[in-house]
């Protein structure tokens, strides 16, 4: 099993930055892909970005592209998400989820192993 814990959530205002972590354990060699998604109240679970433990891919959804930032530390099993120009519409619960293949799929069926997730909250 792989066991994911997210960090780094919390209040900001509009124009503000935060930088969430999510450290991986257990079977992590299992893991190909790291991820994060995110999920609004009454909203579905939004495909956010995505990198392979080496970084040489990346993906981000299109809401996102230009303001955030996803990186990996393969030594440390950890996976950072850097997020600038946050804006009221980036609340969310936040999720960081592995999957045991390459993938740029933006479906959380991609995605095998899931944190319990972070809240992100932007005040305008």
């Known amino acids: 099993q792989v066991q994911l814990v997210e960090s780094g959530g919390g209040l900001v205002q509009a124009g503000g930055s935060l930088r969430l972590s999510c450290a991986a354990s257990?079977?992590?060699?299992?893991?190909?892909?790291m991820g994060w998604f995110r999920q609004a109240p009454g909203k579905e679970r939004e495909f956010v970005s995505a990198?392979?433990?080496?970084?040489?891919?990346?993906y981000y959804g299109d809401s996102v592209k230009g303001r955030f930032t996803i990186t990996a530390d393969n030594a440390k099993n950890t996976v950072y998400l850097q997020m600038n120009s946050l804006q009221p519409e980036d609340t969310a619960v936040y999720y960081c989820a592995a999957s045991r293949i390459i993938t740029g799929s933006a479906s959380s069926r991609a995605y095998d192993y899931w944190g319990q997730g972070t809240q992100v909250s932007v005040s305008a």
């Open positions: 990198t392979t433990w080496d970084g040489g891919s990346t």
């Open positions: 257990g079977r992590t060699f299992r893991t190909r892909t």
